[in-house]
């Protein structure tokens, strides 16, 4: 059971604070909800009842948190070749609302995207781990928006750097002086 002002964390939609407990009569039934400030000013509602079946949360702590930063500082995890299966694989680590899962896909998909690009449906995924992410990341932290992001960032461009850099610039460099006329040979 959770009180009025703990933060907690609704899976696929990031973390926010209890605004209120309220009872609420839906379709003829009468269940006591939750009432979640999110960020932007959004306020949903979850059955008190169902909360903890359905994945909700308390907030990380300090000592997490720097866990979730190490993980962006790590190398990528290996993730299938094909679209479907990757999109597939990473909408279940975001719906598990495990936060290291979630650091997991914002990592990954930001190497990919820093390495090739992302079709407009891993934009969007990226887009809202990322959200999901900075959310947690901002109360666990005690910091603004902002302040995350760029530090969810810095981390990732600082471990692209270290584990990724290298080979696209030899990737380029090869591609770009070196062309492949698909014979065996360059005559």
């Given at each position: ?9 609704y899976p696929m939609h990031g ?156 990737e380029s460099i090869v591609n ?12």
């Amino acid at each position: 059971m959770f009180n009025v002002g703990d933060k907690i964390v609704y899976p696929m939609h990031g973390a926010g604070v209890i605004d209120s407990i309220e009872e609420k009569d839906i379709l003829g039934e009468k269940q006591s909800y939750y009432i979640l400030k999110m960020p932007g000013e959004v306020k949903i509602m979850v059955p008190t009842a169902k909360a903890e079946s359905i994945g909700v949360r308390d907030i990380i702590d300090k000592s997490s948190a720097d866990k979730v930063f190490g993980i962006l500082e790590k190398d990528e995890t290996i993730m299938d070749k094909n679209w479907n299966k990757r999109y597939r694989d990473n909408m279940d680590k975001m719906k598990s609302g495990d936060i290291y899962e979630i650091a997991d896909v914002v990592r990954n998909l930001s190497f990919k995207q820093k390495e090739k690009g992302l079709s407009t449906g891993e934009k969007k995924m990226l887009n809202n781990a990322k959200q999901i992410l900075v959310s947690e990341l901002v109360l666990a932290e005690h910091a603004t928006q902002e302040e995350i992001e760029q530090l969810v960032d810095t981390k990732i461009n600082t471990s692209f750097m270290t584990f990724r850099a290298e080979e696209v610039e030899q990737e380029s460099i090869v591609n770009k002086f070196i062309p492949f006329d698909g014979t065996g040979t360059n005559d």
